[in-house]
């Protein structure tokens, strides 16, 4: 079945720094990508929709510029969180939709849970 | 109103029975539908999808469709302690433009 690689699957990184989490789709091309955020006992917040090759989209109360995302191939798309600070620890998960227009569901990648000391 | 909604539980239900988790849904235009498990500090992963109305079995796991009453449900059956988790419903409408997932219902199944 249609797969998507998502790395790291942890990260801990000190406040400041920037970190890069990526999600690749290995057996299928994703031309788009969806990236949530999940926060402990909390749903899925949608972040922004990356687009092969365009430009994110994100979600309203979701800074671009620190939340950088880049979808240069059909197969990878990468989420960087740049200056992190505590407040950005989560759970975060991207996600490709499976047939034209997600017509099969969303499938996960297994999620990458930063902490930020 | 909230396009998906879900009881957020919990749902405790005894080893062996039924569970019964509901969704409804705002948008009529909606096609199709989908239940994800999500365990504790897991990514969801798709475990049912429903595009008539009806009922569709797979294992323990059947869903059921009402699009005219615009509600989606997912029977557990025989549950088991491993089934305790969370439970998300997804609706797409037709022109794949808007997956929305709901909240979810946390389910407990106790030994």
């Known amino acids: 079945g249609a797969v998507v690689s998502q790395h790291p699957s942890w990260v801990i990184c000190k406040s400041g720094t920037s970190v890069k989490i990526e999600c690749r789709s290995l057996?299928?091309?994703?031309?788009?990508m969806f990236w949530y955020r999940q926060f402990p006992k909390q749903s899925l917040m949608l972040m922004a929709t990356s687009n092969e090759g365009s430009k994110a989209t994100y979600e309203q109360g979701v800074e671009k510029d620190k939340f950088l995302i880049n979808h240069a191939s059909l197969t990878l798309s990468t989420l960087t969180v740049t200056s992190a600070h505590p407040e950005d620890s989560s759970f975060y998960i991207c996600?490709?939709?499976?047939?034209?227009?997600?017509?099969?569901?969303?499938?996960f990648g297994s999620g990458t849970r930063l902490t930020v000391v | 109103q909230k396009e998906v909604e879900q009881n957020s539980g919990p749902l405790s239900v005894p080893e062996g029975a039924i569970a019964s988790l509901n969704c409804t849904y705002s948008?009529?235009?909606?096609?199709?539908f989908f239940w994800y498990r999500q365990y504790s500090g897991k990514s969801p992963e798709l475990i049912m999808s429903?595009?008539?109305?009806g009922d569709k079995e797979d294992g323990r796991f059947t869903a059921q469709l009402n699009k005219a009453s615009q509600y989606v449900s997912l029977l557990i059956r025989d549950s088991q302690p491993s089934d305790s988790a969370t439970y998300l419903c997804a609706v797409n409408n037709a022109y794949g433009q808007n997956f929305v997932f709901g909240p979810g219902t946390r389910l407990s199944v106790l030994p």
């Open positions: 948008d009529r235009v909606s096609q199709s």
């Open positions: 057996d299928f091309q994703a031309t788009t």
């Open positions: 429903i595009y008539s109305n």
């Open positions: 996600s490709a939709p499976l047939g034209t227009g997600g017509w099969g569901g969303y499938t």
